[in-house]
């Protein structure tokens, strides 16, 4: 297996057909050997097909925002479309190439190192279920820390997941054991994207549910404001304390 940037060579494919459903797909494999596979024209989806708790935690969204896990632009090429100063950062060369091209000032760089000289932000958003990049119970507090370095005092961070427990998955549920045996919180996954004989490095991706983020978030410079749910997902805001 060939390693290299596997997720942003299916989101150019995706990008050089319009978006269309259909044409790439993202293989997500999991250290258990579960596999994932979902349509890449979900980076692809405009504001309408956000999840309804998305879009009530965004509204009046404005100022200087940042995208982390910003992807192909599926929402800073909207806010950027609508006038808001938004910049979106991702690991993945591929992914920002295509975020550029879609009208977003995208910059490589990730949750847990963001790039230099990117300035302060009036918010910043780990959504499209990102608050996986919170990663793990050892590196959510480097993330939460790196958010609040670049966020003005008072300043928001939303987030949107999904609760791991909201499943009788048997091959979910015997991974949440599995990761217990191992000293793991039951929603952290390892996880690497194919695509052919590519794929990326594995990476730590954190499903949590609502004790558990706010377990993750308490000795954070953020507290936990409002919390919209929508059928098995749900998006948080947070505020930088002052």
């Excluded at 217990?180 to 794929?199: H, K, N, S, T, Y």
């Excluded at 410079?221 to 505020?239: F, M, S």
Aim: hydrophobic share 40%.
């Amino acid at each position: 297996m060939e390693i290299g940037d596997a997720f942003g060579r299916v989101l150019e494919r995706c990008h050089a057909a319009g978006g269309r459903p259909g044409v790439a797909f993202t293989v997500m494999e999991r250290d258990d050997g579960h596999i994932g596979v979902h349509d890449a024209a979900g980076y692809f989806t405009g504001l309408d097909d956000w999840p309804e708790a998305e879009r009530r935690i965004c509204a009046g969204l404005a100022g200087r925002v940042l995208d982390v896990g910003c992807g192909a632009g599926r929402h800073a090429a909207v806010l950027a479309a609508g006038g808001v100063d938004v910049v979106g950062v991702d690991p993945s060369p591929g992914a920002v190439a295509v975020a550029r091209e879609r009208g977003v000032d995208a910059r490589l760089g990730s949750a847990e190192a963001l790039p230099d000289g990117i300035g302060t932000f009036d918010a910043v958003l780990l959504l499209g279920n990102n608050v996986g990049l919170l990663g793990s119970a050892t590196t959510a507090p480097v993330v939460l820390a790196e958010l609040a370095r670049v966020t003005a005092p008072g300043g928001r961070l939303l987030l949107s997941g999904l609760d791991p427990f909201d499943t009788d998955d048997a091959e979910h549920l015997a991974y949440h054991r599995w990761n217990r045996e191992r000293g793991r919180l039951p929603g952290q996954c390892r996880l690497r994207v194919r695509d052919g004989a590519l794929a990326t490095e594995w990476f730590d991706y954190l499903f949590v549910s609502e004790p558990e983020l706010r377990a993750l978030v308490e000795p954070s410079p953020w507290t936990i404001g409002r919390w919209e749910r929508d059928g098995h997902g749900y998006a948080v805001e947070l505020t930088r304390g002052r």
